[in-house]
């Protein structure tokens, strides 16, 4: 990954958004997202050389980046001028590309501050027969190489990992040797070796801010201790580097704060993953009324700073995102991934 291009990217997350003219004719349908900050919006992943982003389609016509095509093929656009040439669309079957990344419950009793999917009567749910015939028609894709599983919370905790854990050893009876990775929040531990023994390979529970204070006003509904507590024994069970989490920049966090947070996590065997903060319709009441205002989206600079910092404090502690092979370090798509990026 050179310099520049990542630095491009940068930008392209820093943006978030991508209009695209009606009379291209997309070699694939646009992901529709099923839970986070961008649920209900369709995006398209992109790639340039060896660097994925995925971005949100606006249906502004006077949106800063903007898809166009030349003889050679796609390029996206910069407030009007070329900004990346030789761009690929990459197929996104199941949210991700090379994996098929499915949420089980589009709805969510948490209220997190920061995330757009619907309160418990207002969304869907995939069944275990969906999930495998999606798995199926995924497997078919070139470059298929893993299964991860989400969940929305619609009622008790312990009932939305019962349900996952039959889905992943659903999933690991028809797909014996594929890495599944699961994302889940626990009160009970005992359901993190569940998960283990139904055949999850790797682990995400979101920490998604840090330090407690702010994580009871994003996150209200949830316990910071349980989660950290998870996340420890999720180590033990899962192993050094086979559990991630998210840390999302953007929520008035400060990067000392946020050093604190990856070095916190990576000390524990944890490859925390950052993220910066998603604003759209189905968040920014929530957010401006957790935080006091709408915050604004994180910039490049900061992104690649971070970024930086984060690479640092995984060596130092033996992680490399370049092992995990389930979910957001595998998709590479959302974030500035160290070791890959940068």
């Known amino acids: 990954m050179t310099e520049e291009s990542t630095r491009k990217k940068a930008k392209l997350l820093e943006i978030g958004e991508i209009f695209i003219p009606k009379e291209i004719d997309m070699p694939c349908f646009a992901s529709l997202s099923r839970a986070g900050p961008d649920t209900g919006m369709g995006a398209h992943a992109f790639q340039f050389g060896e660097s994925r982003v995925k971005l949100t389609v606006s249906r502004d016509p006077e949106a800063r980046l903007r898809l166009a ?69 995924s497997s078919k894709y070139p470059g298929f190489g893993a299964v991860a599983l989400t969940s929305g919370i619609p009622g008790p905790v312990g ?67 349980k989660t950290l507590k998870a996340l420890e024994k999720g180590v033990t069970v899962f192993g050094w580097g086979k ?31 950052v993220r910066g903060i998603r604003i759209g319709p189905g968040n920014r009441d929530k957010l401006e009324k957790a935080l006091g205002h709408v915050p604004e989206r994180v910039s490049g600079e900061r992104l690649l700073a971070i970024g930086k910092l984060h690479r640092k404090i995984l060596e130092e502690n033996s992680l490399d995102t370049r092992e995990f092979e389930t979910m957001c370090f595998s998709c590479r798509c959302c974030d500035i991934v160290p070791m890959v990026d940068l």
């Open 69 to 137: 095509e030349n003889p050679s093929g796609f390029i996206i656009l910069l407030d009007g001028r070329k900004f990346l040439g030789d761009v690929r669309i990459l197929p996104l079957a199941a949210h991700s590309p090379n994996q098929a990344f499915l949420n089980l419950s589009g709805e969510c009793s948490m209220g997190c501050a920061f995330c757009s999917m619907p309160r418990p009567g207002k969304g869907e749910f995939l069944s275990t027969q969906r999930a495998l015939r999606i798995i199926d028609i």
């Open 159 to 225: 009932e939305a990992n019962r349900q996952m854990a039959k889905a992943v050893k659903s999933i690991r009876a028809k797909y014996p040797d594929i890495p599944i990775g699961v994302e889940a929040y626990f009160e009970d531990m005992a359901d993190i070796l569940r998960f283990a023994e139904a055949g999850a390979t790797e682990l995400k529970i979101n920490i998604e801010t840090w330090p407690e204070e702010r994580f009871g006003r994003i996150c209200p509904n949830r316990d910071f201790a």
């Open 243 to 273: 559990v991630t989490g998210n840390i999302i920049l953007g929520l008035g966090e400060t990067d000392e704060e946020v050093t604190e947070a990856l070095e916190n996590l990576s000390a524990m065997g944890v490859m925390p993953n």
